[in-house]
């Protein structure tokens, strides 16, 4: 099967807009379930797989995604391209609420979580490069096609993953500030990852939801204009990926 790109969604993007002819896939994994059936249609011309990394209804925590069955039934399914599309919250004064970002860098705070295809008895440890979390090329095309349609984004970035579900403290974002983050999320990792541990392409998208804590004008962070910020920015995401697509 040929997949010309695979999306996964996160919080807000439970199911791609405009995806035609559309199939269902439950793919057998040797890492457990996936979150959920792999949705196969037609999107600008292009053959697309769509996954919600939450569940359809949005009832995985991050740090319960089974991130390793994920990526492994985007790649048998024939997925060589994979975007991310992740919920964000803004700590750099630039990146405030409805602002896409495409990011550079991560630094991970997770912990407890799957990070390697190569933890289970009897496979191959391999030491990857990470150097470049996400694969340039596509980072490039992704930001080339959000300008031909017409939508801006901050190109760079380095992407904070916390466990969640929880937001973070005034702190916890300070001490992040400092380390050089400029974005905080809950799914960045270990899916880039072990994205590069199957050998694909992958970038990311960040919808930035709100400021993090401490960060912006408000003394607390509102869980309705978290979404209603979310939701903005998710409608510009099929514009971009359909010229992307169509590149």
């Keep these: 099967m040929t997949i010309d790109l695979a999306i996964i969604g996160g919080s807000g993007l439970y199911n791609f807009p405009g995806l035609e002819n559309a199939t269902r896939h439950r793919v057998d994994t040797p890492f457990g379930a ?15 797989a769509f996954l919600a990394r939450h569940g359809e209804s949005h009832t995985v925590p991050p740090h319960r995604v089974n991130y390793r069955a994920n990526l492994w039934a985007l790649h048998s399914l024939g997925a060589r391209r994979v975007v ?11 990146m405030g609420p409805r602002v896409i970002v495409v990011p550079d860098q991560v630094i991970d705070y997770t912990y407890g979580r799957y990070t390697s ?16 979390p996400y694969t340039e090329a596509l980072r490039r095309e992704l930001i080339e096609a959000a300008g031909k349609a017409g939508v801006a984004v901050i190109d ?73 910020h979310l939701a903005a920015a998710t409608a510009e995401v099929p514009r971009i990926l359909g010229q992307l697509l169509k590149s």
Excluded: W
């Design 34 to 48: 996936a979150s959920g059936d792999v949705v196969i249609g037609d999107f600008a011309g292009r053959r697309v």
């Design 84 to 94: 991310g599309v992740n919920a964000v919250g803004g700590i750099r004064a630039d």
């Design 117 to 132: 295809f190569c933890d289970v008895e009897g496979a191959e440890v391999r030491h990857i490069d990470f150097s470049e």
């Design 156 to 228: 760079g970035g380095c992407y904070g993953a916390t466990q969640g579900p929880r937001l973070e403290t005034r702190a916890e974002i300070a001490r992040m500030k400092r380390d050089g983050c400029d974005l905080v999320g809950m799914t960045g990792m270990p899916e880039a990852v072990l994205a590069r541990e199957l050998d694909l392409a992958y970038a990311c998208l960040a919808l930035v939801a709100n400021f993090a804590a401490g960060c912006g004008d408000e003394a607390e962070i509102s869980i309705e204009e978290i979404f209603a």
